[in-house]
């Protein structure tokens, strides 16, 4: 006699977990919300993630301790400048306004002509831009202060890479300092692609004065 085995059917399968963003996207898009409306509630911005009431909570508190916001009863706000002055890690960076940032990349890539020599200061954008010329394959001379490009960089076809010195800043990707700064002040290149955190006019600033050194 045999033995029947009980197939499960469609409605008592168990259904597929959904799928969560992760910290670092999360954080980017409740400072992207923050930034356009000015201030939300918990529950507004869990209905607008998708996530639960207590995982947004603590993700504000986190952005609070860091100054990127205010809690306030129930919620969150942004003040004036707040952002402005705020620096995301490098994870949260990277999705903070990702498809603008690849369109920058893409667009900035093709200003770099076969073999020449460039300078992919370090950032988000600068990033897309890196990949985007990896993708590219013409070749050239890559120097960089940002351990990230540098590490895509190495497998890049046809590319000289020359990786600046220094001293890797906390929670990013930049290495910087006295040995960064003595390496730029003799280099001498065909393009350099700059990452900024504002542009006023033609004033390029940076919230940290040892970047700005390396920018300037």
């Known amino acids: 006699m045999k033995r029947s085995t ?7 399968a168990p259904r597929s977990a959904r799928v969560e963003l992760i910290p670092a996207e999360r954080h980017a898009r409740l400072l992207e919300i923050l930034r356009v409306r000015r201030a939300a509630s918990i529950r507004e911005l869990a209905e607008l ?21 205010v809690r306030t ?7 004036d400048g707040a952002l402005s002055t705020f620096e995301p890690d490098v994870a949260v960076a990277e999705h903070l306004e990702h498809e603008e940032k690849q369109r920058i990349g893409r667009h900035a890539a ?3 002509k076969p073999g020449q020599s460039v300078i992919f200061d370090s950032g988000t954008t600068v990033l897309e831009a890196a990949r985007a010329f ?22 890049a076809a046809a590319t000289r890479l020359v990786v600046l010195g220094g001293t ?7 290495l910087f300092g006295e040995a960064t700064e003595r390496f730029v002040s003799e280099l001498h290149v065909d393009l350099a692609l700059i990452g900024a955190h504002s542009i006023t006019g ?10 700005a050194r390396i920018t300037g």
Request: aromatic share 2%; glycine share 14%.
């Open 6 to 12: 009980k197939t499960p059917s469609r409605a008592s």
């Open 49 to 69: 993630l998708g996530g639960s009431a207590s995982t947004v909570r603590r993700d504000l508190d986190d952005l609070a301790g860091r100054g990127a916001i």
């Open 73 to 79: 009863f129930g919620g969150a706000e942004v003040k």
């Open 110 to 112: 093709l200003l770099i």
């Open 134 to 155: 990896a993708h590219r394959g013409v070749g050239g001379t890559v120097v960089t202060n940002d351990v990230g490009i540098a590490r895509l960089m190495a497998d």
């Open 168 to 174: 890797l800043r906390p929670r990013s990707s930049t």
């Open 202 to 211: 033609a004033l390029i600033t940076e919230p940290s004065p040892g970047i």
